[in-house]
């Protein structure tokens, strides 16, 4: 299939829409509503929530062209055996990882704040990657997924830009797939480090990536023919 070019920094990023996954990183409740985990640590979760429409726009795009939707989230099976009991302490927390909170057991499987929000719901037959750690990669079988499936660029969304979406663009860049972060698909808690999170993917010619906007894809992608329905 033809290249797609989609203005970026530092340059244009280039791929195949049959060898790309759009990665939409831990959208779930825990994270992005409030009364979740995010808003238990002290979070204003109103900046995440502003990532919701570019994705949703991002997905129904990638989906009408019938690319490839990765899904993840970070959390933990319910009798904590995968939770290192130093992530379990952090933070001294009242009410940490495991225990009940509003939305049912913190950043655990099967439990309402778990859920991806209703938004970004994953279509059947889209995989969604079950994560102890904040890189996606880590512990999960993403890799073996990617490759199976002949993907070699990521199309990167999600939360949070300097925690999960950083380890996961870090750890993809090793691994010698091309991922491109969409700056308004992606969020933090804190503007400042979501800032410099972008600079430093971009920066060096690209030492992790390449750092684009929603606009800018959508715009590349009216090239690309849609599947028939
Ligand atoms: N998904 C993800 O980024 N997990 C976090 O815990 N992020 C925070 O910024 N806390």
Known sequence: MARVSVPAEPYAFEFDPAATALLVIDMQRDFV?????????????????????????????????????IHTR????????????????RGRLACGIGDVGPMGRVLIRGEPGHEIVPELAPAPGEPVVDKPGKGAFYATDLELILRERGVRSLI??????????????????????????????????????????????????????????????????????RKAS
């Open 33 to 69: 509503e409030p009364g979740g985990f995010g808003e238990m640590l002290g979070n204003d979760v109103s900046s995440l929530r502003r990532a919701i429409a570019p994705t949703r726009r991002v997905l129904d795009a990638v989906r009408a062209r019938g690319m490839m939707v």
């Open 74 to 89: 970070e959390g933990h099976r319910p009798d904590l055996s995968d939770l290192p009991p130093t992530k379990k302490a």
């Open 156 to 225: 990167v969304t999600g939360v949070t830009t300097e925690v999960c979406v950083h380890t996961t663009v870090r750890e993809a860049n090793d691994r010698g797939f091309e991922c491109l972060v969409l700056a308004d698909c992606v969020a933090s808690y804190f503007p400042e480090f979501h800032d410099a999170a972008l600079k430093m993917i971009k920066a060096q010619g690209g030492i992790f990536g390449w750092v684009s906007t929603s606009e800018a894809l959508l715009g590349a992608l009216q090239g690309v023919q």
